[in-house]
Nanobody, 124 residues
Framework: QVQLVESGGGLVQPGGSLRLSCAAS????????MGWYRQAPGNERELVAA???????NYADSVKGRFTISRDNAKKTVYLQMNSLKPQDTAVYYC??????????????????WGKGTLVTVSS
């Protein structure tokens, strides 16, 4: 089994900062790309930022220059530093990862995994 657990969400005033973390655990052999998505009420889930195992990153246009994604491969953790937050950043943020896991008896299986989400609210 593989789990992704997010933390760091909360209420912040416009212009403030938050740092989200997502830790992967379980029978993990390797983690490829990791990313953050968000979903606001009434909207579809959208990609916020992604990072490859080699450290290459890409961002949604709406967060470029304000958000920074990073990862610690030894800790199997991905981070999202969010600065200059705006009310329109309010959403549930989900962690996503492409993971190769070991199977109970033998072999491996690669799949996409999601965390349960953490709520970020930007409001005065």
């Amino acid at each position: 089994q593989v789990q992704l657990v997010e933390s760091g969400g909360g209420l912040v005033q416009p212009g403030g900062s938050l740092r989200l973390s997502c830790a992967a655990s379980g029978s993990i052999f390797s983690i490829y790309a990791m990313g953050w998505y968000r979903q606001a009420p009434g909207n579809e889930r959208e990609l916020v930022a992604a990072i490859t195992s080699g450290g290459s990153t890409n961002y949604a246009d709406s967060v470029k220059g304000r958000f920074t994604i990073s990862r610690d491969n030894a800790k199997k953790t991905v981070y999202l530093q969010m600065n200059s937050l705006k009310p329109q950043d309010t959403a549930v943020y989900y962690c996503n990862a492409d993971i190769l896991r070991t199977l109970p008896v033998q072999g491996m299986s690669r799949g996409e995994y999601w965390g349960k989400g953490t709520l970020v609210t930007v409001s005065s």
